[in-house]
RNA sequence: GCGAUCGUAGCUCAGUUGGUUAGAGCGCCGGUUUGUGGUACCGGAGGUCGGGGGUUCGAGACCCCUCGAUCGCCCCA
């Protein structure tokens, strides 16, 4: 037995140039979520049980074996949030958000889900999420969507797609599911596995199946398309003109659908392009940024009916398509190569970051190789500080203009 | 939850069919050299070989268990 405890299984300590890759994920979404207008809400880690279970399905796989769920002391049920949306929901309910809709508000913070951790997939993890609430037109989909393609672009990731698909409405979506039962039911027992137990649970899931065997069946199984009320249809089509003005680039996928029970209509994902860097980056977690509609969650929930729209992306697989970020370097650094000078070194740099330099201070080990140090951490501007024959003496390492100001900062 | 591969200094790795005191490079610390500079040389610290058990005269290596990482399935961001 090690003395030292281990982290827990799936959690992440994230340094160095990878904390720098998170922290410019986070600070380019709130750059581009200002742009949009989308406010900011800090919400809590956990919530009870029920508006997880609630909200977001008993059967999936979420609720049923993925949540973090414990009792408190007081004997309610807690659980750790594996999502953003239902904690969203639940308060615009009990806060009596209604009265700012249409509400666009956006968040970030560590989520919490059970599963086997592997590359781009932790049991702690990251997101950024936007969400609309109370708006029932399609440009509140537009405007989520041309938000998160601003926002991939910013990132400076390419060579991914916004893949889209629309689930109806209500009605639309209850028939294609139940066509789509039958159509499978009857070659029951060709299917994999998966897909037999999917049948019963999930049966949308079957149309993404891997499996060869399924894939069979999926060709020629029923189309979204034609279970779509008119009213469903319309939706639609505006979305897809509206991204088009928007000049936001889409690919139609009829066989895109969602994993949570709330989502109606508009679904999409961003998808790295197979054989892209990004695709390789990731690994086999290849969705970074999904969600879609879902005007059904806050009935669920036990509020009025209030049609919403939102998505999410993982702050963890999108800081690995940025790739690495560089620390940045110390401004200046002040080195001091005669310990008898600390205190003159200390009110120098004082004064340097007062001024608002980014500045580092070498006072430790060997002093003659202090100099070596500051030069070999790249500062473009060295302060040393010296005896020279029994007085101080200040050396300035840096271009004459940039000397002339650390002189007068200096004093 | 299922299947597979892998765990040796801070990092990247070597370590012969099982055989003395487990090594190298880089990094770190110290000394000398240089002295408007990222040099060179010398020295040092740092490992219960992921953890536990077993086989053996002897295990870093072989076997079992366990923890962790990675890859695929599942699921998802």
Redesign the pocket.
């Given at each position: 037995?090690?003395?030292t405890p281990?982290?827990?299984?799936?959690?992440q300590d994230i340094f160095g140039p990878d904390a720098e890759a998170f922290a410019f994920v986070v600070e380019t979404f709130e750059r581009v979520r200002k742009l949009y207008r989308f406010r900011r809400v800090e919400m809590p880690v956990f919530e009870k049980t029920e508006v997880f279970s609630r909200a977001i399905g008993e059967t999936?796989?979420?609720v049923s074996?993925?949540m973090y769920s414990f009792e408190d002391r007081g004997g309610d049920s807690l659980t750790l949030r594996p999502?953003f949306t239902a904690g969203i929901a639940r308060a615009y309910l009990s806060n009596g958000w209604q009265q700012h809709a249409p509400l666009k508000v956006a968040t970030h913070g560590p989520?919490f889900?059970?599963?086997?951790?592997?590359?781009?997939?932790?049991?702690q993890?990251?997101?950024i999420d936007a969400e609309i609430i109370g708006a029932a037109e399609p440009q509140a989909d537009v405007e989520l969507l041309a938000m998160a393609d601003q926002l991939l672009k910013e990132l400076g990731i390419d060579g991914v797609t916004l893949y889209l698909n629309t689930l109806g409405d209500g009605d639309s979506r209850e028939a294609w599911r139940a066509a789509l039962v039958e159509h499978f039911r009857a070659v029951k027992d060709e299917l994999?596995e998966?897909s037999q137990e999917?049948l019963e649970k999930?049966p949308l899931?079957i149309l993404?199946?891997?499996?060869r065997r399924d894939q069979r069946f999926v060709a020629d199984a029923p189309k979204i398309d034609q279970f779509l009320s008119g009213d469903a249809r319309a939706f639609f089509d505006a979305v897809t003109s509206g991204l088009d003005a928007a000049g936001v680039k889409w690919t139609r996928a009829e066989s895109l659908v969602?994993?949570?029970d709330y989502y109606r209509h508009t679904a999409f994902?961003?998808i790295p392009d197979e054989g892209s860097e990004a695709a390789s980056k990731l690994?086999?977690?290849?969705?970074?940024?999904?969600?879609g509609r879902y005007d059904g969650l806050m009935e669920s929930l036990g509020g009025a009916p209030t049609p919403a729209v939102g998505?999410?992306?993982?702050?963890?697989?999108l800081a690995m398509l940025v790739g690495d970020r560089v620390e940045p370097k110390a401004d200046v650094i002040v080195v001091v190569?005669n310990d008898d000078l600390i205190d003159s070194a200390i009110a120098a740099i004082a004064r340097i970051r007062a001024g608002g330099h980014p500045a580092e201070l070498m006072a430790?080990?060997?002093?003659?190789?202090r100099?070596?140090?500051a030069?070999?951490a790249?500062a473009n501007k060295?302060v040393?500080f010296d005896m020279r024959d029994g007085a101080e003496h200040v050396?300035i390492?840096a271009d004459d203009e940039e000397t002339a100001s650390l002189v007068k900062l200096l004093g």
């Open positions: 037995m090690s003395k281990q982290a827990i299984r799936g959690t999936t796989d979420v074996k993925e999502e989520l889900r059970y599963e086997r951790p592997q590359k781009g997939r932790y049991r993890f990251h997101q994999s998966d999917r999930n899931r993404d199946s891997k499996d969602r994993g949570l994902e961003f690994g086999s977690q290849s969705t970074i940024l999904g969600g998505w999410a992306a993982g702050i963890e697989r190569e430790t080990g060997s002093p003659r190789k100099f070596d140090k030069v070999k790249g060295i040393a050396r390492k």
